[in-house]
C-alpha cells in the first residue's frame, strides 16, 4: 500500500483564491511527522510546513495551513490568497517514528502540480 | 551562506563512466540523506548517515557507493553508470531526535543525465 497518496496530479487555480491539496498517508506507527515541500520549475525543494501526530493544533505558516485530520488519516495543505508565484509542485511526505538516529527518512508522495492562473 | 550544497548542479557523462556528487552542510545537523527524483518526479531515499554512520541503505545497487568523511559532508560516487541512472540526485540534511520539526533542507539537486 502506498504509504502517502495524492490524488490529484494537477490543479489550475484562479490567482488569489484558496487551493487545498489533499494528502492521506497511512502508518501503523504512533509517532509520526508530515511535511509538505515545494519544487518550483527551478527545481529545489523548498519546506512549507510540518505536523507531528501528537500536535494538538494545526500547523501554520503564514499563507500555508495544513488540515491535519488524524482519524481520517489526512493532511492537506492549505494557501490561502494564492499568488502567481505558488505555481510548482507540492509533495507531501512523512516520516515514520520519532525521529531517532538518522533512521528518519522521508517518503514521498507522487507530488500535485499547481498552476495559479492570473 | 548556502545552508546544503551540492556540486555540481548539471552532470552530462557517457555510459559506463565513474562520478561523484559532492555534497555539503554547514547546519551543523548531524544526520544526512541522498534522494533520487526521477523523471516522474517521484523522490526516494537512496541513503543515510548520521554522525558518518551508515545508517539507511534502500536497495540501491552496490554501483552507488556513499561516502561520509564527517558529519558535514557526504558524498555519492557511481559506477558504471547506466542510462537508467539518469535522473536528479538531492542531498539532504536533517537533525535527529528534533523529529525534523524543523524540516528536512535539501540542496538545489544535481541533475545526471547519462548518454
Known amino acids: 500500500a502506498q504509504k502517502i497518496t495524492q490524488t490529484q496530479p494537477g490543479m489550475f487555480v484562479q490567482e488569489k483564491e484558496a487551493v487545498t491539496l489533499d494528502c492521506t498517508y497511512d502508518t501503523s506507527d504512533p509517532s509520526y511527522g508530515l511535511f509538505w515541500y515545494k519544487q518550483p520549475s527551478s527545481g529545489e525543494m523548498i519546506f512549507l510546513i510540518y505536523?507531528?501526530?501528537?500536535?494538538?493544533q494545526n500547523a501554520t505558516e503564514g499563507r500555508y495551513s495544513l488540515n491535519f485530520q488524524k482519524a481520517r488519516k489526512s493532511a492537506n495543505l492549505v494557501i490561502s490568497a494564492s499568488q502567481l508565484g505558488d505555481s510548482a509542485m507540492y509533495f507531501c511526505a512523512m516520516r515514520e517514528g520519532r525521529g531517532d538516529f538518522g533512521n528518519e527518512k522521508l517518503t514521498f508522495g507522487t507530488g500535485t502540480r499547481l498552476t495559479i492562473i492570473p | 551562506d548556502t545552508a546544503v550544497s551540492q556540486t555540481p548542479k548539471y552532470l552530462v557523462t557517457q555510459m559506463g563512466n565513474d562520478k561523484s556528487i559532492k555534497c555539503e552542510q554547514n547546519l551543523g545537523h548531524d544526520t544526512m540523506y541522498w534522494y533520487k527524483q526521477d523523471s516522474k518526479k517521484f523522490l526516494k531515499i537512496m541513503f543515510s548517515y548520521n554522525n558518518k554512520e551508515l545508517i539507511i541503505n534502500e536497495t540501491v545497487p552496490n554501483r552507488f557507493s556513499p561516502k561520509s568523511p564527517d558529519k558535514a559532508h557526504l558524498n555519492l560516487h557511481i559506477n558504471s553508470l547506466e542510462l537508467g541512472d539518469s535522473a536528479v540526485y538531492f542531498c539532504?540534511?536533517?537533525?535527529?531526535?528534533?523529529?525534523?520539526?524543523?524540516?528536512?533542507?535539501f540542496g538545489s539537486g544535481t541533475r545526471l543525465t547519462v548518454v
Open positions: 505536523q507531528g501526530s501528537y500536535d494538538q
Open positions: 539532504a540534511s536533517s537533525q535527529a531526535l528534533t523529529g525534523g520539526r524543523y524540516g528536512y533542507t
